[in-house]
Antibody, heavy 115, light 107 residues
Framework: EVQLVETGGGLVQPGKSLKLTCATSGFTFSNAWMDWVRQSPEKQLEWVAQIKDKSNNYATYYAESVKGRFTISRDDSKSSVYLQMNSLKEEDTAIYYC??????WGQGVMVTVSS | DIQMTQSPASLSASLGETVSIECLASEGISNDLAWYQQKSGKSPQLLIYAASRLQDGVPSRFSGSGSGTRYSLKISGMQPEDEADYFCQQSYKYPPTFGGGTKLELK
């Protein structure tokens, strides 16, 4: 059974950092392209970042809204993907989901950026 | 970025009624279009990919159609468990973009 479990969310002040983890199981993670997608309190879905597999040189892509502030990474030995979020803004407040192929999604983790 | 305009924003349907949701892309997306269902408090679930291909396990009352810039999701016979938010998404060009969502309620 495919499972994706996000952790690391919480309340953080503007300008601070947070790192999300998505632990996976049930599929060959090393071959998978992984994405982070977020959903605002208004329920709008926004793609955040993608990381490809080793055969694609772990290429990464970012939404313009997070480029230069967020970093996606992975550890194939732990079947996990990460999202390092720096210089957080109030508009980054959202539920963050990791997804494999947009077919399997985690349960999501809430990130609230507020002073 | 490709803009996805979804309509209507909300609708209410009776049991057994046929429902349609539309998605209009700002440019042609060559059928690289997916539909998701999201029930309250849950993650989005893939219903349809490549505009018209039903994901495994999805009831056959769900169907997708369209081409070019116009796509639609049809539910043939509304059921109580279909009450949810529905989103379209294009994957033709980076970045992948989503429609604004449609809230479907049972009348």
């Amino acid at each position: 059974e495919v499972q994706l479990v996000e952790t690391g969310g919480g309340l953080v002040q503007p300008g601070k950092s947070l790192k999300l983890t998505c632990a996976t199981s049930g599929f060959t993670f090393s071959n998978a392209w992984m994405d982070w997608v977020r959903q605002s309190p208004e329920k709008q879905l926004e793609w955040v970042a993608q990381i490809k597999d080793k055969s694609n040189n772990y290429a990464t892509y970012y939404a313009e809204s997070v480029k230069g502030r967020f970093t996606i990474s992975r550890d194939d030995s732990k079947s996990s993907v990460y999202l390092q979020m720096n210089s957080l803004k109030e508009e980054d407040t959202a539920i963050y989901y990791c997804t494999w192929n947009f077919d399997y999604w985690g349960q999501g983790v809430m990130v609230t950026v507020s002073s | 970025d490709i803009q996805m305009t979804q309509s209507p924003a909300s609708l209410s349907a009776s049991l057994g009624e046929t429902v349609s949701i539309e998605c209009l892309a700002s440019e042609g997306i060559s059928n690289d279009l997916a539909w998701y269902q999201q029930k309250s408090g849950k993650s989005p679930q893939l219903l349809i990919y490549a505009a018209s291909r039903l994901q495994d396990g999805v009831p056959s009352r769900f169907s997708g159609s369209g081409s070019g810039t116009r796509y639609s999701l049809k539910i043939s016979g509304m059921q109580p468990e279909d009450e949810a938010d529905y989103f379209c998404q294009q994957s033709y060009k980076y970045p992948p973009t989503f429609g604004g969502g449609t809230k479907l309620e049972l009348k």
